[in-house]
């Protein structure tokens, strides 16, 4: 802790920490840029100027466990490719650190599982990287859902696509996954925040994969349903080839919706009422300080290791659904 911040470091300086993890870092109350962790010795010079980091807060992938020497680190930030989460927050919290993790937690449920029991026998915190339970339209469609503004929900659709993507996001061994895996899981969250219920049962579908040799190892796109308690079907879709970002709530008294839903800034949203009006707020700031603040008050955060465990578990039942054909039923997986 330094005046009063708890120190983050991060590992994996890839697109996310560096475009927004890092910028947020400079505007956090509570915590603050103490450590990065990355194979690439340009980008350790580059990082330790531009934030200007000393020499020992800056570590490889093999001097990384080293860093339970350094008390100026409180928190460590796991931004790597998905296959690669549960090594490190393991040895993580070996080294005595709180812990953040990218999602999705992990490509297994046993890997989330070693991951809490990791943090709980080091006594250490486990929060996931939920940055949209700390944004203001993502809050006010939990409260409409879960307090039944509008009556009881008679229909929900969550769609997150991306047009392209390319590199460790199509590698199954490292991804674990497609799109569902990457931002199919803001729909699965959404559904979960929205209605405040969790999932009976799933039903998948593989989409048309355009390019063949490009995801050979993952697909390309993919839609999906989940039984809901009282009857509620969410209707979900992702994809690697087609943009989409929505949230459509319909309930017997009137509609609300987001669109874009999860973007890291520029969301907005509608009801039957009129727009919302919520300011713009930095998503991962907001994310990281709340983290701090849990730690510093001994609370748990709202976004806690099993939250990710659950999804995790909705995703590989997913999956199941769509390479076996069959209903799944979550208890039973």
């Known amino acids: 802790m330094k005046d009063g911040k708890l120190g983050?470091?991060?590992v994996g300086l890839g697109r996310y920490s560096e475009g927004q993890l890092a910028p947020a870092l400079q505007e956090t109350k509570h915590c603050y840029l103490a450590g990065i962790v990355t194979g690439t010795p340009e980008k350790k010079e580059q990082w330790k100027a531009k934030y200007n980091l000393p020499d020992n807060a800056c570590y490889s992938y093999e001097s990384f466990d080293t860093i339970k020497d350094n008390p100026d680190i409180d928190i460590?930030?796991?931004?790597?490719p998905n296959g690669m989460h549960a090594e490190y927050v393991i040895r993580a919290a070996q080294a005595g650190k709180h812990l953040i993790c990218e999602k999705p937690m992990a490509v297994t449920v046993e890997d989330c599982d070693r991951m809490i029991a990791a943090c709980k026998a080091a006594g250490k915190m486990l929060s996931l990287g939920y940055r949209?339970?700390?944004?203001?339209?993502?809050q006010e469609v939990t409260r409409l859902g879960q307090q039944k503004i509008f009556g009881k929900i008679k229909l929900i659709a969550a769609e997150h696509g991306l047009s392209e993507t390319e590199g460790w996001r199509i590698d199954k061994q490292l991804a674990g996954?497609?799109?569902l895996m990457d931002v199919g899981i803001y729909c699965v969250q959404a559904v979960r925040y929205t209605t405040g219920m969790e999932p009976i049962a799933v039903t998948a579908q593989e989409g048309f994969k355009h390019d063949i040799e490009k995801f050979y190892e993952v697909e390309e796109s993919i839609t999906w349903q989940m039984e809901m308690p009282g009857g509620l079907i969410a209707k979900c879709a992702s994809s690697y080839s087609e943009k989409q970002?929505?949230?459509r709530v319909e309930a017997e008294n009137g509609w609300f919706e987001l669109q874009p839903a999860y973007p890291y800034s520029?969301?907005?949203?509608?009801?039957?009422?009129?727009?919302?009006?919520?300011p713009q707020v930095f998503q991962q700031a907001l994310q990281m300080d709340d983290f701090a603040l849990?730690?510093?008050?001994?609370?748990?955060?709202?976004?806690?290791?099993?939250d990710g465990r659950q999804d995790v578990k909705i995703l590989q039942a997913i999956y199941k659904s769509m390479h076996?054909?069959?209903r799944i039923t979550i208890s039973d997986f």
């Open 8 to 10: 983050i470091a991060l």
């Open 76 to 80: 460590v930030y796991v931004v790597l």
């Open 132 to 138: 949209l339970h700390f944004e203001p339209h993502n």
């Open 177 to 179: 996954g497609g799109p």
């Open 245 to 247: 970002n929505r949230l």
């Open 266 to 278: 520029g969301v907005k949203g509608k009801t039957s009422r009129g727009d919302m009006d919520f």
């Open 294 to 306: 849990c730690i510093k008050e001994s609370r748990q955060t709202s976004v806690p290791g099993e």
């Open 324 to 326: 076996t054909g069959e």
